[in-house]
T-cell receptor, first 114, second 113 residues
Framework: DGGITQSPKYLFRKEGQNVTLSCEQN?????MYWYRQDPGQGLRLIYY???????QKGDIAEGYSVSREKKESFPLTVTSAQKNPTAFYLC?????????????FGDGTRLSIL | GENVEQHPSTLSVQEGDSAVIKCTYS??????FPWYKQELGKRPQLIID?????GEKKDQRIAVTLNKTAKHFSLHITETQPEDSAVYFC????????????FGSGTQLTVLP
């Protein structure tokens, strides 16, 4: 879905370093999400945001932070407090409205430890 | 909160055969059930979804059935082709839930030529 752009595609983190993953959408969607995907597992929700300047923790928020200053953008920072950050990170968006709208995903960022 | 269980975790079928993947959910208030297909290293893509006011929905070779009483829903793929090989995820959502979706753990489908 070309409407959601994640960058970079690959990212490497050093010990004690914070890194930020970018997610931009031009679908005019209100809601945005960050998921973590580990090999052989489903998608686990890190953070989500229904409107600008508001966001909520998901199931695995520890060691991560987000901001939602613009409707189009929802960057995710993986902090040094996240001790096992190696994973595939997916950003998604939906029209919002609560509960029953399809989510559209970006191509993902693969984060590894150096 | 909502819990979604998905079975089997892996499934191999011969080309041309049918494949069935099943999911159960815990919250009877859930009313939206999408299925996503994810090819290796790529983004999940929505392939079909169903809402709680219908029991079955079809789109060419793909169908989804919903049993609200038993709280389970299934994905059916007929006449499978090698390009159907991927990981399939089910999900469930509750109306009014800001979280939107809870995902199953995925099924790796392999279609053998």
């Amino acid at each position: 879905d070309g409407g959601i752009t994640q960058s970079p595609k690959y990212l490497f983190r050093k010990e004690g370093q914070n890194v930020t993953l970018s997610c931009e959408q031009n679908l005019n969607h209100d809601a945005m999400y960050w998921y973590r995907q580990d090999p052989g597992q489903g998608l686990r929700l890190i953070y989500y945001s229904q409107i600008v300047n508001d966001f909520q923790k998901g199931d695995i928020a520890e060691g991560y932070s987000v901001s939602r200053e613009k409707k189009e953008s929802f960057p995710l920072t993986v902090t040094s407090a996240q001790k096992n950050p190696t994973a595939f990170y997916l950003c998604a968006s939906s029209t919002g409205g609560g509960g029953n709208q399809p989510q559209h995903f970006g191509d993902g960022t693969r984060l590894s430890i150096l | 909160g909502e819990n979604v269980e998905q079975h089997p975790s892996t499934l191999s079928v011969q080309e041309g055969d049918s494949a069935v993947i099943k999911c159960t959910y815990s919250d009877s208030a859930s009313n939206y059930f999408p299925w996503y297909k994810q090819e290796l290293g790529k983004r999940p893509q929505l392939i079909i979804d169903i809402r709680s006011n219908v029991g079955e929905k079809k789109d060419q070779r793909i169908a989804v059935t919903l049993n609200k009483t038993a709280k389970h829903f299934s994905l059916h793929i007929t006449e499978t082709q090698p390009e159907d090989s991927a990981v399939y995820f089910c999900a469930a959502s509750m109306r009014g839930s800001a979280r939107q979706l809870t995902f199953g753990s995925g099924t790796q489908l392999t279609v053998l030529p």
